[in-house]
T-cell receptor, first 112, second 112 residues
Framework: DGGITQSPKYLFRKEGQNVTLSCEQN?????MYWYRQDPGQGLRLIYY???????QKGDIAEGYSVSREKKESFPLTVTSAQKNPTAFYLC???????????FGQGTRLTVV | QKEVEQNSGPLSVPEGAIASLNCTYS??????FFWYRQYSGKSPELIMF????GDKEDGRFTAQLNKASQYVSLLIRDSQPSDSATYLC????????????FGTGTQLKVEL
C-alpha cells in the first residue's frame, strides 16, 4: 500500500518540550517537504530535502530541525525555541522537480 | 513580495454556476503550476496541473495558464456543494530551486 504516513495524527506538547513528527514514504520519491498551516491560512514551507543527507531551510525554519538519513524518512523536530507551534503540519513528497506533490494526512500539534 | 498570490475569499457561487479562481505569480522563471483542493481539517489533494500556456480541461475543471501575464486560473463548471473547499495554487519556479511554493488559498462556497 503505497503512500505517505505521518504520525501521530494528534500531538500535544508541553511548554519547553521538544517533539518529533514522523513522515515516512514508500513512493521512492526524491523530494520531501514540511509545511505548516495555521487556521484559515495557506501552507508555509518549513524545510525541504531534494536528496538524502541534504536539506534546505524554507520560509519559517526557526525553531524547527530536520534530518534526511534515509530516502524514506524525513522527521521534523519542533524545538522549545518555536514559541507558537500550535498548527497543522503537513509532509509532502515529490517524485522529481516540477511535478506534483503528494501529501500525508497531517499532524495536528497543540501546546498545552 | 510573495511569489504566488491568491484572493482569500470567500468566493460564493450558486449551485450549477461557474466558479472562477485566480492566481498570480511574480517569478518569470516559472515551470509548472498546480491546483489543490483542501477540505477543512484535511490534507490537500491535487486537482490539476498545467505546464504550457493555454487551457487544460479535465471533466468539470479547466486550468488556464498565461505566462506572459503571469496568471493561472481554475474554472469549475456546474459547481456542486461538494466543491466547497479551499483551493490552493502552487508553482514551481526556477528561481526558487524548483520547489513548490503555495499561495494562501481561496475559500469557495457553493450555495444551494
Amino acid at each position: 500500500d503505497g503512500g505517505i504516513t505521518q504520525s501521530p495524527k494528534y500531538l500535544f506538547r508541553k511548554e519547553g518540550q521538544n517533539v518529533t513528527l514522523s513522515c515516512e514514504q514508500n513512493l521512492n520519491h526524491d523530494a520531501m517537504y514540511w509545511y505548516r498551516q495555521d487556521p484559515g491560512q495557506g501552507l508555509r514551507l518549513i524545510y525541504y530535502s531534494q536528496i538524502v543527507n541534504d536539506f534546505q531551510k524554507g520560509d519559517i525554519a526557526e525553531g524547527y530541525s530536520v534530518s534526511r538519513e534515509k530516502k524514506e524518512s524525513f522527521p521534523l523536530t519542533v524545538t522549545s525555541a518555536q514559541k507558537n507551534p500550535t498548527a497543522f503540519y503537513l509532509c509532502a513528497t515529490q517524485d522529481r522537480l516540477n511535478t506534483e506533490a503528494f501529501f500525508g494526512q497531517g499532524t495536528r500539534l497543540t501546546v498545552v | 513580495q510573495k511569489e504566488v498570490e491568491q484572493n482569500s475569499g470567500p468566493l460564493s457561487v450558486p449551485e450549477g454556476a461557474i466558479a472562477s479562481l485566480n492566481c498570480t505569480y511574480s517569478d518569470r522563471g516559472s515551470q509548472s503550476f498546480f491546483w489543490y483542493r483542501q477540505y477543512s481539517g484535511k490534507s490537500p489533494e491535487l486537482i490539476m496541473f498545467i505546464y504550457s500556456n493555454g487551457d487544460k480541461e479535465d471533466g468539470r475543471f479547466t486550468a488556464q495558464l498565461n505566462k506572459a501575464s503571469q496568471y493561472v486560473s481554475l474554472l469549475i463548471r456546474d459547481s456542486q456543494p461538494s466543491d466547497s473547499a479551499t483551493y490552493l495554487c502552487a508553482g514551481a519556479f526556477t528561481g526558487g530551486g524548483n520547489k513548490l511554493t503555495f499561495g494562501t488559498g481561496t475559500q469557495l462556497k457553493v450555495e444551494l
